[in-house]
């Protein structure tokens, strides 16, 4: 906020509110808001999520607040929910002198507790391995060469943008609010979360923000999940707010409706054919299920034990090769009330929903690595990432992609440049000779002979229909609409959208731009 704004205020008395859109303004990740909210000689600072950038991690590196206001000018800090891409950002203010409280629901709080420790760990490994690959390129220098090893010269060495220390140090910023709570975090600042159906914990962000004739409320959605998303209760309506910021992720999209169980029993009964000729190598097939570990792998552990349960898919031993959607579902498991009338009565039954017949946790590397060993009989194997971007789930499909008696199966949207994508192909647009026939993985080429499926029933995200839906629900028009967190189709596409079913005002803000409310 300028001098001649704060004197502004001064001179008339009237508050002044701004909004400043740092992050997913034109992109799909590293949510960040600043608000600024002076009245008289008071001015209060606070951030709303406070994510990674995902498509340029440069970008975290530099200074994303405004000129002249440091981390430790932030008052405090609202998280919608526990995704990187609106959480990952909190370690590296904290490690540059945020000191205040991050407020968020209790359960985003559980899943923060080994998410951004592990966001840590990946950023220390990622410098390790670049700065390996610096020492390697430098060309050696003339002298110091001993026992066949050249010495090589100073290399500058990369920093990661912050360690798992300063993740779990900046775990105890972390105060929850439940749903529906209205909390006052600063005089005339107050918020109150409803429930987003986006995953366990999601919250949409309702501030008000002012008093008497001045005050203004903001509705910030998050990301907002679909209309009868599995296993969740519902997306809460908002009754009203002066202004509006929503996600854009399938702005120009409409999801598939179906009933997804016959849709995946049909994708595991043709793998489990598949899987049962043995290979003289590789012993019978494998089906590998990349899964995000929040939300994603546990709707699929639910519809394999129910599908098995029926006897609609063969009873196969599940073996889940991640620790992190192990610490998940045991958060999951924890917050019933969370859930869908269907999933809530499964639990009073004393059903564990996320329990298949034959299921193993494989905790540490030497379990993951003896599913490397030849099959016996056909297996499930759920590993994240969903994008088979990272963690134990790449080894397997190192492994099993040239066997044509294994399958993958990927269950949701696959990220630009991932090797999920670069499997997926042409099968998104109905395509099925479009799977490539080898893929680089750690540096070496494999040859893709297993089966890829793409099942694209699992997205979390609202499409264009579910927000309008939801935007209907408010009892009055909003001033202004802010449209972020979509590539550019989607952005361009739900502007047009609410402006022709609406008739609403739309923003799209550019990156860094500035709003008084």
Not at 278 to 284: A, D, I, L, S, V
Request: charged letters at 25%.
């Amino acid at each position: 906020m300028t001098k001649q704004e704060q004197k502004r205020v001064a001179r008339t008395g009237q508050p002044l509110l701004k909004l400043h859109v740092l992050g997913a303004a034109g992109a799909v990740t590293g949510s960040l808001n600043l608000f600024e909210y002076i009245e008289r000689d008071r001015v209060t600072r606070f951030l709303v999520d406070v994510g990674l950038t995902v498509e340029d991690e440069r970008a975290d590196f530099m200074n994303r607040l405004p000129v002249g206001i440091k981390p430790s000018d932030i008052d405090f800090i609202i998280i919608s929910h526990a995704h990187i891409d609106h959480s990952g950002y909190l370690p590296k203010l904290v490690k540059d002198g945020f000191k205040g409280p991050a407020y968020l629901t209790p359960a985003s709080s559980d899943l923060l507790q080994f998410m951004l420790p592990d966001s840590g760990f990946l950023q220390e490994e990622a410098v390790k391995r670049a700065n390996a690959r610096n020492r390697k390129n430098l060309p050696a220098t003339e002298g110091g060469a001993s026992d066949g090893v050249k010495a090589r010269g100073n290399v500058p060495q990369r920093q990661p943008l912050y360690t798992q220390e300063h993740a779990k140090q900046s775990l105890q910023h972390l105060r929850t609010i439940p749903y529906n709570e209205r909390r006052e975090l600063a005089p005339n600042v107050a918020v109150t979360f409803t429930d987003a159906g986006h995953i366990l914990g999601s919250a949409v962000v309702n501030l008000e923000i002012g008093s008497g004739s001045s005050k203004r409320t903001f509705c910030f959605s998050g990301n907002i999940g679909r209309y009868d998303m599995p296993l969740l209760s519902e997306l809460e309506s908002v009754r009203s707010a002066d202004y509006v910021m929503v996600e854009s992720t399938y702005g120009n999209k409409l999801h598939n409706r179906r009933d997804r169980f016959p849709v995946l029993a049909d994708i595991i009964n043709r793998a489990h054919v598949r899987a049962l000729e043995k290979h003289p190598k590789f012993g019978c097939g494998v089906i590998m299920i990349p899964a995000f570990a929040v939300g994603r792998a546990q709707v699929i552990m639910h519809d394999l034990r129910q599908l098995m349960a029926e006897g609609r898919i063969p009873q196969m031993p599940v073996f889940i090769d991640s620790p992190m959607t192990i610490r998940s579902t045991e958060v999951h498991r924890k917050y019933r009330d969370a859930y869908n009338p269907l999933m809530r009565a499964l639990f009073d039954a004393e059903v564990d929903p996320f329990t298949t017949p034959e299921q193993t946790l494989c905790h540490d590397w030497k379990e993951s690595v003896a599913l490397l060993e030849p099959q016996s009989k056909p297996i499930i194997i759920i590993g994240s990432s969903g994008m088979a971007s990272g963690g134990r789930i790449v080894q397997h499909l190192q492994h099993r992609l040239p066997a044509r008696q294994s399958t993958v199966v990927f269950v949701g949207y696959q990220g630009t440049g991932t090797l999920g994508q670069t499997l997926v192909g042409g099968l998104r647009e109905g395509n099925p000779d479009a799977r490539p026939t080898s893929v680089r993985i750690s540096g070496k080429d494999v040859r893709v002979n297993a089966a890829i499926e793409f099942m694209p029933d699992y997205s979390a995200h609202a499409d264009y229909g579910d927000t309008i839906r939801w935007l209907r629900g408010f009892q009055r028009r909003p001033r202004s609409i802010f449209l972020v967190h979509g590539d550019t189709d989607a952005l361009e596409g739900l502007e047009g959208h609410i402006k022709n079913s609406l008739g609403w005002n739309v923003v799209v803000p550019k990156a860094k731009q500035e709003f008084v409310l």
